[in-house]
């Protein structure tokens, strides 16, 4: 009777725990989850054109919390869109050009 190997090696064991590990990390560090961290965006890498176009220098969280960061530091601009400026190669951006407008404040209701 020939004798099996065990379907747990000492190899197999490093590379799942190698794996758990990385994914803990992966998951623990989604910075755009934890709204604590917009605190920490730098403003100095947000370009004003003048004419309600604002360039975002920044990826991934840091543009989400950036953005967050800017909206609650200007209450009185509206959200209108945004896009990626396309140029991180492969489909990624590396920063995004964002449209604000002032808001229009509601007529009051004549009586």
């Keep these: 009777m020939e004798k099996r190997k065990p379907f747990l090696t000492p190899f197999k064991?490093?590379?799942?725990?190698?794996?758990?590990?990385?994914?803990a990390c992966l998951v623990g560090c989604d910075r755009a989850a934890d709204p604590t961290s917009v605190a920490t965006v730098s403003p100095t890498k947000v370009v004003d054109y003048k004419n309600g176009v604002y360039y975002f220098d920044y990826r991934g969280p840091d543009y989400a919390n950036a953005l967050?960061?800017?909206?609650?530091?200007?209450?009185d601009l509206e959200f209108v869109d945004s896009t990626g400026n396309g140029t991180g190669g492969h489909g990624s951006d590396r920063g995004y050009f964002v449209v604000f407008r002032k808001k229009q404040l509601p007529a009051e209701n004549p009586k």
């Design 13 to 23: 064991i490093f590379l799942l725990v190698i794996t758990a590990v990385a994914f």
């Design 68 to 75: 967050s960061k800017f909206i609650a530091e200007h209450p």
